[in-house]
């Protein structure tokens, strides 16, 4: 059974950083890629970043880019996303999941084996 825990999340000030944790078990996503989405009450998942869990190749969200580290530690088979700069519009539910399609994308409806999300808030 796949699982993918999230962890890490907080509630900071306005300019602080966190870095969240996605730990995978039940398989390795050595071909795939593994993204964050974030989502707000009443609104759709916003991709945030997504990383190819081999290769390393990244891609960030625009709201995030430059602020925002996706990475990975392989043997720990762990992605993890370092956020930096945090704005009061990052609060969100920050959830990952798995792109196990012959295609990269950024629509959520393409990822699979969410975890159950961790709760950011940054303060004014």
């Known amino acids: 059974q796949v699982q993918l825990v999230e962890s890490g999340g907080g509630l900071v000030q306005a300019g602080a950083s966190l870095r969240l944790s996605c730990a995978a078990s039940?398989?390795?996503?050595?071909?795939?890629?593994v993204g964050w989405f974030r989502q707000t009450p009443g609104k759709e998942r916003e991709f945030v970043a997504r990383?190819?869990?081999?290769?390393?190749?990244?891609y960030y969200g625009d709201s995030v880019k430059g602020r925002f580290t996706i990475s990975r530690d392989n043997a720990k088979n762990t992605v993890y996303l370092q956020m930096n700069n945090l704005k009061p519009e990052d609060t969100a539910v920050y959830y990952c999941a798995v792109l196990e399609k012959p295609y990269r994308s950024i629509w959520f409806g393409d990822y699979r084996y969410w975890g159950q999300g961790t709760q950011v808030t940054v303060s004014s």
């Open positions: 990383i190819h869990f081999s290769g390393g190749a990244t």
């Open positions: 039940g398989r390795t996503f050595n071909s795939y890629y």
